[in-house]
């Protein structure tokens, strides 16, 4: 069963405007969330995160917002460009045991910025 | 420069065959994990290492092996137990595996299995 979840495997938006990408969650006791994005044949990057005490954080073109009462956080990119293009996971991670935090991944969303 | 490296970037081994991935960090990070990557699918976990000699399974253990002899390295040994091998593998490391650290990845090494 997927604890987090990202519907849209892939989403099209035009150079200058808003992309929205959404993440839904099942596990309540998740309370630390990231976006990572992510290049064909690289490794992911980290982008920004949030944590469950927020429900907003922002750096720069990217917003992250968290609705923990509907367990869903989203990632604004504005305004959006040509570079933006990428897959992006979202994830989200809790305490383990002694304390290890693990993440859990997405399927990810592919976004294309169309100049 | 600091980072992760994960080498070779292709790899391609015959079926019945062990092999194993290399991962290096130069990050002085404790913690170090490996995740495999399908079309289509997130991120899944096989294996973490929170400190040196130490590892746990993560959700698809079945099929990997692991060592965390050295802080800066955690190789990955795919032995011919796994039933779907052929992936696309990542290595990540964390400062602490305790506390919100994020995870830096390594650059992947594709792994086809015939």
């Known amino acids: 069963d997927q604890q987090v979840k990202q519907n849209s495997p892939s989403l099209s938006v035009q150079e200058g405007r808003i992309s929205i990408l959404n993440c839904d969650y099942t596990?309540?006791?998740?309370?630390?969330f990231l976006w990572y994005k992510k290049y064909p044949a690289e490794g992911p990057t980290f982008l920004i995160s949030i944590s469950s005490i927020k429900d907003k954080n922002e750096d720069g073109r990217f917003t992250v917002f968290l609705n923990k009462s509907a367990k869903h956080l989203s990632l604004h990119i504005v305004p959006s460009q040509p570079g933006d293009s990428a897959v992006y996971f979202c994830?989200?991670?809790?305490?383990?045991?002694?304390?290890?935090?693990?993440?859990?991944f997405g399927k990810g969303t592919k976004l294309s910025v169309i100049p | 420069d600091g980072g992760i490296t994960q080498s070779p970037k292709y790899l391609f081994r015959k079926e019945g065959q062990n092999v194993t991935l290399s991962c290096e960090q130069n990050l002085n990070h404790d913690a170090m994990y490996w995740y495999r990557q399908d079309p289509g699918q997130g991120l899944r976990l096989i294996y973490y290492s929170q400190i040196v000699n130490d590892f746990q399974k993560g959700d698809i253990a079945e099929g990997y092996s692991v060592s965390r002899e050295k802080k800066e390295s955690f190789p990955l040994t795919v032995t011919s137990a796994q039933k779907n091998p052929t992936a696309f593998y990542l290595c990540?490391?964390?400062?602490?595996?305790?506390?919100?650290?994020?995870?830096?990845f390594g650059p992947g090494t594709r792994l086809t299995v015939t």
């Open positions: 994830a989200a991670s809790e305490v383990y045991g002694a304390g290890s935090y693990q993440l859990t």
């Open positions: 990540a490391s964390s400062r602490t595996g305790v506390g919100d650290d994020e995870q830096y």
């Open positions: 596990n309540s006791m998740f309370d630390y």
